[in-house]
C-alpha cells in the first residue's frame, strides 16, 4: 500500500461511521420519530412475516431480519429516515437459493453479500446508480411484482405449493389443485385481507391497513375454527448469534447467488434512499455510507437467523410521511418489532398464512405505479421496448440478468441515437471571390465538416459518404467539430482518404483537436499530413493551399496569394477551425 493510500483510508473509513452530528439530529424532534417509528413497526410486522414465510425460512426469520438488519443499517446507513429489513425483491432472490442449498445456504449468501456491499462502500460505487435508466428501474419494478404476486397464488388457494421454479406454472398448477379440491376459507381470508388493504389506501392513504387486517382475519379463523394453516410457533427473542450454519465448502458454489444479492440490495437501497430524499426537504443520503450500512445489516442478520436484507421503499415513505426526521424513527421500528416477538409471540404465531398471502398479493398490487408506466410506454418506443424487455427477462429468468439486459439495451438504442445525430456534411468555402471563378471552383474542390461523434457506431456510414465524393480534384476534411473519436472512427477516417487519394483526389485536413491527436497518431492518419503539409489549423488555409496545388496542376490559374497562404505551418497546439 503506498503512503498516500494509507494516509486516506482511515479517513475514508471514519467517514462511513456514525458521527456527531447523527447524534445531535436524533435529539431534535423526538416525539416525532418514536410516533414514526411506532407507525412502520405496524406496517412492517406483517410484511416483515409475510417475506420471511416467501422466502422458505420462515416468519421467524423475516422478523429476525427486520429486528436486527433494521436497527443496524438505521444506526450505518446514509439516509436519515430509511428503514430496511426483508423484502419482496430480495424474496424473490432467495427462493431459488433455498430450493437448491436449504437455510444454510441462504445465510451464507447474506454473509457474503454483506462483505461485497462493504467492498461496494470502500470502492466509493454508490454515486453510479444515478446512471441506471428509469424505463429499467420501472421494468424490473413490475417483474418483481409479477413474481411476488405469482408466489403467493398457492398459499392464497389454501394448497401445497407445487415444485417447480417457474413461477408462471407453479401458480397455474396450483389452481389445477384448488379447482380439483377447493379451500374456500383461505382465498376468502386472502382476498379479503387484500382487497382491505387496497381499498383503504385509496380512500385512507395515512392509515396503515395491513395489520388491523391480518388481525381481523385471525380473528375470524379463531373465533369460526376456520380450517387453514397458521404461521407457526415463534420463539419469543432472537437466537443467539451462530456461524453454524456456515459450509465453508459450498461459498464457490454461492459466489454467483451473493453477488446477485448484493447488487439488488444496492440497487433496492439507493433507490429507496433517493426516494426519501425527494420526500423530504434537508435529508440528502450518502450512496457510499448507505452501502456500508446494508453490508454490516447483512453480515449481522444471518447471525441471527436471518435473510439478507435490503432498505424497503414501502416502509421508508411511511416513514417521511409521519413525520421522521433522523435515524431515531427507523431504530424504534426495529425495537418495536423486538417486543412484540418477546410479549406477543404466541398470538403471533396463529396469524393465518392465507392472511400474510393477502398481505403480500396487496403488496405486489400497489408496487405497479401505473401513471408511471403509461408515461414510459408513451414517452419513446425505445422506453417502452426497454421497459418490456426488463419486466419479461424478469419474470422468466432472474432480476440481475432483467436489469443487465435492460442496461444493454439501453446502451445500444442510445448508441445508435448518437450515432444518428452524428454527421457529415458538405460546406461552404467561406470566401468571397468571383462568380466564375466560384463556379470553376466548386467543381474541383469541396469541404466536408463532420459534425459529432466519429466512432464505431457511425464511421461506417461517413466512409460510405467520402468515397462517394465525385468529379473533385482535392477535398478538405474539417475536424473541429467532432466531439469524440475512437480507434474505429481514425481507422475508418484513413481507409477513407486512402481511397479518395487512390483515386487522384488530393486530401486536407483541418482544425485538429489536440485531444484526438493521440487516436488519429495511433492509426497512422496524420504523419503523411504533416510530412506533405496537408495539415492546416484553419479551413482557410486548407483552401489556399488546395489552390495553390490546383493551380501548379493547371486546373486553376495561379493566385500569388494562395502559395503565401499555403505556406502556413500548423501550431503545435492547433487552433479550432470555427
Known sequence: MSATAARTSPGRLRSLLPGSADLASMRRSPAKDLVAGLTVAIVALPLALGFGV??????????????VAGAIAAVFGGSNVQVSGPTGAMTVVLVPIVAQYG???????????????????????????????????????IGIAAVIFLQQVPTALGVPIPEGTNVALVAWEAVGDYLAAPNWPAIALAVGVAAVMIIGARVRPGIPFSLPAVALATIITVWAGLDTAPIGELPASLPAPSLAFLDITEIPGLLGAAVAVAALAALESLLSATVADGMTVDSRHDPDRELFGQGLANLAAPLFGGVPATAAIARTAVNVRSGA??????????????LIMFAAAPLVGRIPLAALAGVLLATAVRMVEVGSVRVMARASRSDALILALTTIITIAVDLIWAVIGG???????????IARSARIEPVPLNEDHHVAEHALLSEHIVAYRIDGPLFFAAAHRFLLTLSEVADV???????????AIDATGALVLRDAIGRLEGRGIRVYLS?????????????GVLEPFRRGGRLFGSTPEAIAAARGHLAAAGVLPDRPEDEDRSQATVPTTPVPDE
Open 103 to 141: 437455510a444454510g445456504g441462504v445465510l451464507t449468501v447474506g454473509l457474503l453479500a454483506g462483505v461485497l456491499l462493504i467492498a461496494l462502500a470502500v470502492s466509493r460505487t454508490g454515486r453510479f446508480i444515478r446512471y441506471l435508466p428509469v424505463p429499467v428501474i420501472e421494468g424490473f419494478t
Open 325 to 338: 426526521v433522523s435515524r431515531l424513527a427507523s431504530l424504534t421500528h426495529a425495537l418495536v418489532l423486538a
Open 511 to 523: 482544425g485538429l483537436r489536440s485531444e484526438h491527436t493521440k487516436t488519429l497518431d495511433a492509426v
Open 54 to 67: 416467501a422466502s422458505g425460512l420462515g416468519a421467524e426469520a423475516g422478523l429476525a431480519t427486520a429486528v
Open 473 to 483: 480534384r482535392a477535398v478538405i476534411i474539417r475536424l473541429s467539430r467532432i466531439s
Open 407 to 417: 442496461i444493454a439495451l439501453a446502451g445500444a438504442l442510445a448508441l445508435r441515437k
